[in-house]
């Protein structure tokens, strides 16, 4: 793509009958995991690249697998809406996902204390742990760098540190345990 070319993008358009509930909130699941933002209604958008393409293309056999319907279209986009604010829309949603992450991750940190039990560090390793893998996906879906990612990678991986740092100053009767 040169530099005159607009950015393209991937376009799933779609309807869901109003029975089985769970179909609608499924299908929603699944686009917040791909990290599809709304672009307006039941139009979803995602960059367009092979992969994204393959994504929605399953997920619009879902859809009519339960009855609705789904078009998959690339799109440029003319009037209405510019390409830098559609790029805006994902890295809200983005950043939104990495405050919470922080947020998490300070609350988290905050119960390790000064000489934290065997208990907190067993729990707090668990959450850490938990939050690492909800980092590592957001990530995957964050397509245009949201400013808050630095924020939250390094909380994540200060929390995983002051664990290790836990770990290797415990004396051996406790690591023992």
Not at 26 to 54: C, D, F, H, I, M
Not at 117 to 139: F, G, P, S, W
Not at 155 to 175: C, H, I, R, W
């Amino acid at each position: 793509m040169s530099i005159s070319d607009p950015p393209r993008w991937l376009m799933l358009i779609h309807q869901l009958p109003a029975k089985p509930a769970y179909a609608r909130v499924k299908v929603w699941r699944r686009l917040q995991a791909l990290g599809a933002v709304t672009v307006k209604g039941s139009v979803y958008a995602l960059p367009a690249n092979g992969e994204t393409r393959e994504d929605f293309a399953w997920l619009a056999k879902e859809i009519v697998e339960s009855g609705g319907e789904a078009i998959v279209c690339e799109a440029a986009l003319v009037n209405g809406l510019s390409d830098s604010e559609l790029q805006a829309l994902f890295d809200a949603v983005r950043d939104e996902d990495y405050t919470r992450i922080a947020t998490e991750a300070r609350g988290v940190a905050a119960r390790l204390g000064d000489e934290p039990t065997d208990n907190v560090l067993a729990d707090t390793a668990t959450q850490a742990a938990r939050l690492r893998k909800q980092l590592d996906a957001v990530v995957a879906i964050d397509f245009f760098g949201a400013e808050a990612r630095a924020t939250a990678e390094g909380l994540v991986s200060g929390l995983e540190a002051a664990l290790k740092q836990e770990g290797d100053t415990m004396p051996e009767s406790k690591t023992a345990m």
